[in-house]
């Protein structure tokens, strides 16, 4: 891991969920930051196909408060093709309502925290479809310290879930940073078993970006020009071939869900979950959650 290519952020806000994943009804928060809400935080202010974080340290400054809250929510989702109906007949659709007394709609409680403080670094690196001379390190830190230091971002950051929005500042060094502040000591408290993310991050490194449309004609060109020589009937089973590839309009890899694990612990304020220095379980099986517990 490159020193070099850190960034920190100082976050903060009124209230955070960290949903565990194991509670399949109600939301009920880790005690702290996951990796993955964190690299959340870094991808809403800056993000681009060519480079990804990979999340070092977070820093403990204020734990936050419990509190528990209850409130109406859905049973139901929007499906694609009720969005495809909408995009065509918008009077003939019909939104999902939430509120009391609407059909679908359910009381659920949420155990959350109450102003908490965090100050989190990442380390970013290049993915592979980063093949252009413009892309570098250096360029992805500059925006995002520009970025920062000026309030912009993609989207506002939250804190878990989109409610819980945060508030975020650039800092230099972290840990410097922490010494200054007046956080309560937390000398050594294990987690157990946190998310670490909802993707498997070693895919990250592929990257992926949709294809615009001079790259798409380009590729087209490409390919009526392996056709020349060809037999008529070989022409015309590779482009329906060529024409049934989703592929072809996208480059890197699309990345499926797939939960990861930690053992995390907090020492002297700091959760240390850099994959290099924590072992990160891939979810492929209940085998592997079973055999690390």
């Known amino acids: 891991?490159?020193?070099?290519?850190?960034?920190?952020?100082?976050?903060?806000?009124?209230?955070?969920?960290?949903?565990?994943?194991?509670?399949?009804?109600?939301?009920?928060?880790?005690?702290?930051?996951?990796?993955?809400?964190?690299?959340?935080?870094?991808?809403?202010?800056f993000w681009e196909p060519e480079m990804y974080y990979l999340i070092d340290t977070i820093h403990v400054v204020k734990r936050g408060a419990w509190f528990s809250t209850r409130r109406n929510e859905v049973n139901s989702v929007v499906s694609m093709a009720n969005i495809k109906q909408w995009m065509k007949s918008p009077e003939k659709s019909k939104p999902i309502q939430a509120g009391a007394g609407v059909d679908g709609m359910t009381q659920r409680n949420m155990l959350a925290l109450r102003d908490v403080e965090y100050l989190i670094t990442a380390e970013v690196r290049l993915t592979e479809?980063?093949?252009?001379?413009?892309?570098?390190?250096?360029?992805?830190?500059?925006?995002?310290?520009?970025?920062?230091?000026?309030?912009?971002?993609?989207?506002?950051?939250?804190?878990?879930?989109r409610e819980f929005d945060a508030f975020f500042e650039f800092i230099d060094d972290a840990q410097e940073t922490f010494d200054k502040s007046h956080a309560v000591?937390?000398?050594?408290?294990?987690?157990?078993?946190?998310?670490?993310?909802?993707?498997?991050?070693?895919?990250?490194?592929?990257?992926?970006?949709?294809?615009?449309?001079?790259?798409?004609e380009a590729t087209r060109l490409k390919f009526e020009q392996s056709l020349a020589g060809l037999k008529k009937g070989e022409i015309t089973k590779r482009r329906k071939e060529y024409q049934a590839d989703a592929n072809r309009l996208f480059i890197g890899e699309k990345i499926k869900p797939q939960p990861s694990f930690f053992q995390a612990e907090i020492k002297d304020n700091v959760l240390h979950c850099h994959p290099d220095d924590v072992s990160v379980i891939i979810q492929n099986d209940a085998e592997d959650l079973d055999s690390c517990c």
């Open 1 to 45: 891991m490159s020193q070099n290519n850190r960034v920190a952020l100082r976050v903060w806000g009124d209230f955070a969920c960290f949903t565990r994943p194991e509670m399949k009804v109600e939301r009920v928060s880790y005690p702290v930051m996951t990796p993955s809400a964190a690299r959340g935080i870094f991808e809403a202010v």
């Open 129 to 161: 479809i980063a093949d252009r001379s413009s892309c570098n390190i250096a360029k992805y830190l500059d925006q995002v310290k520009r970025r920062t230091s000026s309030g912009k971002c993609f989207h506002r950051p939250y804190l878990g879930v």
């Open 185 to 216: 000591p937390i000398h050594y408290e294990p987690l157990g078993l946190m998310l670490y993310d909802v993707f498997d991050y070693r895919l990250f490194e592929k990257g992926f970006r949709w294809l615009d449309e001079e790259q798409l």
